[in-house]
C-alpha cells in the first residue's frame, strides 16, 4: 500500500542548527513528493514540490529512490520556521497522502 | 476572498446526530478535496471531486457521503455521528485533478466535536 512515513512528531532545535526533516514513502510507481506546512493558526500551504528541485525559505528536498526518502533539509534554522510540515505523495492526480507530520519547534 | 472557504468554522453535535460541511473552492478551481485531521491519525483523505463527478475516495466511512453541486460547491455529510469522528475536517482545491505548479489551495477547516 502507498504511504508516507515521518518517524518524528516532534523536533526541536535551536536557532541556526541545521534541520533535517525525514519523510519516507512506499510507491510502487514514479513519486511525486511535496512538502507541505502550516504555520500557527494559517492554512496548510504547499512548500516545495520535488521535481522543481527548487529552495524555497532555504529550504531544500532530495528525492533518493534507492532509500525511497524525500527528507527536507535547511542548513541554519530561524525562529519563523516553527510550524507544522507534513510530507505528502500524490498518487496519480487523484488525491495526495500525507504523513503524520512533523512540528518542527526553534528554539531561541 | 478567492480563497477556500469552509463552514461552518465550529460544530459542536451530539451523538447520532448528522451534519453538513460546506466548502466553496477558489475561484475558477474544479477539483475539491476532503480531508479529516485527528490527533492521532494525522490528515486522512476522504473523498475528491472534479467537475461535479466523484475522481477518488480514501478512507471515508460509508456513514459520511459528499457531493459537489453545479456551482462547483462541495458539502461533507456525517451521519449517525460517534465520539471518535471529533476531527478537523479540511477542504481544498486545485484547478484540475492533481495539484499543478502551486499545490492545493486548503481552507481554513471546520473543527467538529461530537460529545
Known amino acids: 500500500a502507498q504511504r508516507v512515513t515521518q518517524p518524528e512528531k516532534l523536533l526541536s532545535v535551536f536557532k541556526g542548527a541545521p534541520v533535517e526533516l525525514k519523510c519516507n514513502y512506499s510507491?510502487?510507481?514514479?513519486?511525486?513528493l511535496f512538502w507541505y506546512v502550516q504555520y500557527s493558526r494559517q492554512r496548510l500551504q504547499l512548500l516545495l514540490r520535488?521535481?522543481s528541485r527548487e529552495s524555497i525559505k532555504g529550504f531544500t528536498a532530495d528525492l533518493n529512490k534507492g532509500e525511497t526518502s524525500f527528507h527536507l533539509k535547511k542548513p541554519f534554522a530561524q525562529e519563523e520556521d516553527s510550524a507544522m510540515y507534513y510530507c505528502?505523495?500524490?498518487?496519480?492526480?487523484?488525491?495526495?497522502?500525507f504523513g503524520q507530520g512533523t512540528r518542527l519547534t526553534i528554539n531561541p | 476572498d478567492s480563497g477556500v472557504t469552509q463552514t461552518p468554522k465550529h460544530l459542536i453535535t451530539a451523538t447520532g446526530q448528522r451534519v453538513t460541511l460546506r466548502c466553496s473552492p477558489r475561484?475558477?478551481?474544479?477539483?475539491v478535496y476532503w480531508y479529516q485531521q485527528s490527533l492521532d491519525q494525522g490528515l486522512q483523505f476522504l473523498i475528491h471531486?472534479?467537475?461535479?463527478?466523484?475522481?477518488a475516495k480514501g478512507n471515508i466511512l460509508e456513514r459520511f457521503s459528499a457531493q459537489q453541486f453545479p456551482d462547483l460547491h462541495s458539502e461533507l455529510n456525517l451521519s449517525s455521528l460517534e465520539l471518535g469522528d471529533s476531527a478537523l475536517y479540511f477542504c481544498?482545491?486545485?484547478?484540475?485533478?492533481?495539484?499543478?505548479?502551486?499545490?492545493?489551495?486548503f481552507g481554513s477547516g471546520t473543527r467538529l466535536t461530537v460529545v
Open positions: 505528502a505523495l500524490d498518487q496519480g492526480a487523484q488525491k495526495l497522502v
Open positions: 471531486y472534479y467537475n461535479g463527478e466523484e475522481r
Open positions: 520535488h521535481i
Open positions: 510507491y510502487s510507481g514514479s513519486p511525486e
Open positions: 475561484s475558477g478551481d474544479l477539483s
Open positions: 481544498a482545491s486545485s484547478p484540475s485533478p492533481g495539484q499543478g505548479y502551486y499545490g492545493y489551495t
